[in-house]
């Protein structure tokens, strides 16, 4: 099955700053990969998403690359804020297996003032 | 137009014993899916339902199983319960096979 790694597992930055969250994943069939941001206590919510036919995609301050060749993809998260402190986790998941996510292991950003 | 909904928020039970689990998907949302999420780590799929059936699994023993009904809530049941299924278990529902997911605010379980 797949299989998601991410890193790094914790990421401290100062405020202004950018954050650079990495994962790779093991099944060249998975074409839908989602980031989830989740805060102490409260469920994953969807930050944005990409699909295997698009290299990048951007919304605001937030960006993901994606490389299908080396099956990896990125989290840009550009003018950190203290409010970006949180876990995020990346997904994959192929699309005839309708939302059935692999999940990273987490990063902890830690967005100091 | 609510979101995922679920019930209870938190519960404690003993080792042996039953719990179950409830989900009310987004508006719209005919797919229901379950996580679950041991403290520190990333979700992990436990099975999917839709039209009331048990459309994929993931890698759960046949203590979890669940139940799709007509109106898509659906509910999640764990039996003979083990202290290491102690977790936030999450619904996700989305539409048909869009791979589109969200989650409702989960369910804290504690085995005692």
């Known amino acids: 099955g797949e299989n998601v790694e991410q890193h790094p597992s914790t990421l401290s930055v100062q405020e202004g700053d950018s954050a650079v969250i990495k994962c790779t994943y093991s099944?060249?069939?998975?074409?839908?990969f989602p980031w989830y941001k989740q805060e102490l206590g409260k469920r994953p919510q969807l930050i944005i998403d990409?699909?295997?036919?698009?290299g990048e995609k951007k919304d605001q301050r937030i960006a993901v690359t994606l490389n299908k060749t080396a099956k990896h993809f990125s989290l840009h998260i550009t003018e950190t804020q203290p409010e970006d402190s949180a876990v995020y986790f990346c997904?994959?998941?192929?699309?005839?297996?309708?939302?059935?996510?692999?999940f990273g292991g987490g990063t902890r950003l830690m967005v100091k003032p | 137009d609510a979101g995922v909904t679920q019930s209870p928020t938190h519960l404690i039970k003993t080792r042996g014993q039953q719990v179950t689990l409830r989900c009310s998907p987004k508006?719209?949302?005919?797919?229901v899916s379950w996580y679950q999420q041991a403290l520190g780590q990333g979700p992990q799929f436990i099975f999917q339902?839709?039209?009331?059936?048990?459309?994929q699994r993931g890698n759960f023993p046949d203590r979890f199983s669940g139940h799709q009904f007509p109106n898509y809530s659906s509910e999640l049941n764990v039996n003979a319960l083990l202290l290491g299924d102690s977790a936030l278990y999450l619904c996700?529902?989305?539409?048909?096979?869009?791979?589109?997911?969200?989650f409702g605010e989960g369910s804290w379980l504690t085995v005692v």
């Open positions: 997904a994959a998941s192929f699309s005839w297996a309708g939302n059935m996510l692999t």
């Open positions: 996700a529902s989305s539409e048909g096979d869009s791979p589109t997911i969200y």
């Open positions: 990409i699909r295997s036919n698009v």
């Open positions: 339902y839709y039209e009331e059936e048990e459309r």
């Open positions: 508006s719209g949302h005919d797919t």
């Open positions: 099944d060249s069939a998975s074409n839908y």
